[in-house]
């Protein structure tokens, strides 16, 4: 169809760190890709290049994977001593300020390491080792501020960090083959968010918080530290020895006429309300399935169940974004999401029509993201580093909603029928469920503004 999207055939990020005669405005696109084949390993093809995509899909596991516990955490904390004294809303701060800032620091430091390339690698290095240090110190505090500062805000700031170059060098590495390539990368979120819960939720029920930690800070220093020497640029950076730094690539594109387009606002805001309804149920599902059933299994088993129907409609709406409208997909994430919170959650009394609920809420709306590099495309065409901070950008807003939306569902959640068992909205969920619909109401909306938009520019 004519709204799909095609993928640029030169990667305007891989030539950041050349020299003037080796831009694409000095040669032609033609003899820029043949010179550039010849000075550095050949994207698309080559085991330098399906290393880069296989220790990638590493860290999309570990890290993704990790952060995908948090629902158990919280259920954890909320229910054992000496945290269970915290509020719901105080507790949900550790892990949603983890992904927080994951998302919104993504921005600066598409930024950094595009104006900084030679840094990437040490930062990467350091990076890990705040992680597993925050982690392995998180272990033995008994302060909830304590969890907050260490197990939230320092291994969130770390953890983006740490995967903020895999977002920079894939438009290196994969030009016709990005879509594959992304595809299998992000995968590895719904890897790790399947087999995760079900580890965690035993450790977590076995050995308690404390081992759990120093556990998962043993695995991601193992995993991500042999997989951290796979993850390279394709272009070498080269020194820069202009004091003034005019050499370097500029800390913005010169160019920004293609953030003032309509398109992206009306993107970034749907995406904004749709992940307002989104973790308030990735963060809360647990807890709601506890109020049905208070064993462990059956509450790690619905936070897997939900991460991996995110995964299967993350790849699936990516595809579709290639032979339809992505605003179509979003339309049709919108009205799945409404349907599941209005009325799968809401009637929701058994264990039975909660995993049901967490697969087709998890599907519809987790695989939500797999619209936005085409959208980040239609707005940056050709422009590779206005299509990367177009995807930052994104993911920005889904990082202010990851905080906001499940203080504002805390804050709607009524604990003090937490025991009822009503016919709808049970468990004190009824105005947290309303307000969830709400929202996948309102990115049908924004879905419908932006074909409205799409189609005014075309006249």
């Known amino acids: 169809m004519d709204d799909a999207i095609e993928i640029p055939e030169i990667a305007l990020a891989s030539t950041l760190n050349t020299t003037t005669a080796e831009r694409p405005d000095a040669l032609d696109g033609q003899s820029f890709a043949s010179a550039s084949q010849q000075r550095h390993p050949p994207a698309d093809e080559g085991w330098r290049a399906w290393t880069f995509c296989a220790c990638a899909l590493t860290y999309e596991t570990m890290i993704w994977g990790w952060n995908s516990t948090s629902g158990l955490f919280q259920q954890y904390y909320q229910t054992h001593t000496p945290f ?77 960090v740490l995967y903020g170059p895999v977002i920079v060098w894939l438009s290196e590495w994969f030009i016709t083959k990005r879509g594959l390539a992304g595809g299998i990368i992000f995968a590895g979120s719904g890897i790790g968010g399947f087999v995760f819960p079900l580890v965690v939720g035993y450790l977590l029920d076995s050995v308690g918080f404390r081992w759990t930690l120093r556990a998962g800070a043993l695995i991601l220093v193992i995993t991500c530290g042999v997989a951290i020497f796979g993850i390279n640029p394709r272009i070498p950076p080269r020194m820069h020895s202009m004091p003034n730094h005019s050499d370097r690539a500029p800390w913005l594109p010169r160019d920004l006429s293609p953030l003032k387009s309509p398109l992206l606002y009306w993107t970034a805001g749907t995406t904004l309300v749709q992940a307002l309804s989104y973790f308030p149920v990735s963060l809360f599902i647990p807890t709601y399935t506890a109020s049905i059933n208070s064993a462990t299994l059956p509450t790690t088993i619905v936070l897997a169940l939900f991460n991996v129907a995110s995964v299967v409609c993350y790849a699936l709406f990516g595809r579709l974004c290639d032979s339809y409208p992505y605003q179509y997909i979003i339309l049709c994430s919108g009205v799945g999401s409404a349907f599941a919170a209005f009325f799968l959650w809401g009637f929701a009394t058994s264990l039975a029509l909660v995993f049901t609920f967490a697969i087709v ?99």
């Open 84 to 160: 269970n004294k915290s509020s719901a809303a105080t507790l949900s701060i550790i892990g949603q300020s983890s992904l927080a800032l994951q998302y919104i620091e993504l921005v600066f430091l598409v930024l950094v390491f595009q104006r900084y390339p030679e840094y990437a690698k040490l930062s990467m290095w350091i990076s890990l080792g705040i992680c597993v240090a925050s982690l392995i110190a998180a272990s033995f505090v008994s302060q909830v501020w304590a969890l907050i500062l260490l197990q939230g805000v320092a291994f969130g700031t770390s953890a983006g």
């Open 361 to 459: 809420f998890g599907g519809v709306s987790g695989g939500f993201s797999g619209v936005w590099l085409p959208a980040a495309s239609a707005i940056g065409g050709t422009r590779n580093e206005i299509t990367t901070l177009v995807f930052a950008l994104l993911g920005a807003a889904k990082g202010i909603a990851s905080i906001v939306g499940p203080v504002i569902a805390a804050s709607l959640h009524n604990s003090h029928e937490q025991n009822s068992k009503t016919m709808y909205g049970g468990f004190g969920f009824r105005k947290v469920e309303l307000f969830v619909g709400s929202m996948a109401v309102g990115t049908v909306m924004g879905a419908l503004g932006l074909t409205f938009s799409r189609r005014k520019l075309k006249k």
